[in-house]
């Protein structure tokens, strides 16, 4: 294989750039060219390739985003626009693509190496939620972004007697809210896996308050939300509020959340994943989406890793609760 192409599709997440410098370089240790898609699958359908030498991707390993920008596309998925995209690959000469996204975009990976375009998918996204790899690229500089805010919402909390609810992403994966839950010493952590009551969640406050405890932080996933499990972060303030007795103040983090300067973890993560796409691509290898377990790289058939269940770390979460007594 002598010209790869990679893009990153979906939602962006911090580490990208540190993948795309991994597969650029990687590739031109092992005499190959690699072409960036610009916007993902959408990019790949309107010709927006531009390629990267090894010095396109210098300076970039600190940075958020993704140089190559991310974009959905719907047209992808036609057969029509499928037609686009395989003109497009065999204009530039594309023997192997990798794709940095979610399961979305795993799927476009699949069927462009049904179309005999070997393709290789990397898990790129903040929530965690690709069953088939331990941690994503992102969730790590995530993570570390909300425990930051916790801690300065633990501040202000403290000084004003307060409840504090922090709102973090996570549509059907918890593991945002639990992880930095746990690192933020948080009261309670309500996530889309698990049931919630909230006269549990005001009696530890309550619990709390009694031994002289001066503030309270809840964490919840924006899941929890979404699914409709309460009409809303702000109205679930105000129930406990009434339940209580207390002031609570409600902080949405949003989009704050996928950006920043990623973590060691992340780049490292990022670098080893990248890396391995392109050794599979060397071997014309193709379907397949790369992860990490046990601190091994792995890699797993697509249609495997789209169907795998995820599995939610009851063990953190106990461990969750019997810390923040
Ligand atoms: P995130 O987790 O951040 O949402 P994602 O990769 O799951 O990332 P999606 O919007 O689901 O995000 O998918 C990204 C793109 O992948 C879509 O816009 C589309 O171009 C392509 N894609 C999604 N589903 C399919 C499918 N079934 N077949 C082909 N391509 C798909």
Request: proline letters at 2%.
């Amino acid at each position: 294989m002598k010209t790869i192409g990679v893009l990153t599709s979906g939602g962006d997440a911090p580490g990208m750039n540190a993948a795309i410098r991994a597969v650029v370089r990687t590739g031109a240790y092992n005499d190959m060219r690699t072409l960036g898609i610009i916007r993902g699958f959408n990019g790949l359908i309107h010709d927006e390739i531009q390629e990267l030498d090894i010095s396109a991707v210098g300076d970039i390993l600190h940075r958020g985003g993704t140089i190559l920008k991310t974009a959905r596309s719907e047209e992808f998925k036609t057969e029509a626009g499928m037609q686009k995209a395989m003109e497009i690959i065999k204009k530039y000469g594309i023997e192997g693509i990798v794709v940095i996204g979610g399961d979305g975009s795993f799927r476009g990976a699949r069927d462009l190496s049904r179309l005999g375009v070997p393709t290789i998918g990397l898990p790129g996204t903040i929530d965690n939620d690709i069953a088939c790899t331990d941690y994503t690229i992102g969730f790590s500089t995530a993570i570390n972004t909300v425990i930051d805010a916790i801690n300065k919402l633990r501040d202000t909390a403290s000084s004003h007697d307060r409840i504090s609810i922090v709102e973090v992403m996570g549509r059907n994966a918890g593991d945002i809210a639990l992880y930095s839950g746990i690192a933020g010493g948080a009261e309670s952590i309500i996530v889309p896996e698990l049931p919630f009551e909230t006269d549990e969640i005001c009696r530890r406050i309550i619990q709390g308050r009694n031994r002289g405890k001066q503030h309270s932080i809840i964490v919840l996933a924006e899941g929890v939300v979404l699914n409709k499990e309460i009409s809303g972060t702000i109205e679930l303030g105000k129930e406990i509020e009434a339940k209580t007795g207390l002031e609570v103040k409600v902080t949405i983090l949003g989009h704050i959340q996928r950006g920043g300067s990623p973590t060691a973890f992340d780049r490292i993560l990022a670098s080893r994943m990248g890396a391995r796409a392109v050794e599979l691509l060397k071997q014309g290898i193709g379907n397949r989406v790369v992860g990490i377990r046990n601190n091994h790289i792995v890699d797993v058939e697509v249609e495997e890793a789209l169907t795998m269940k995820r599995s939610f770390n009851q063990d953190l979460y106990r461990l969750a609760q019997i810390l923040s007594m």
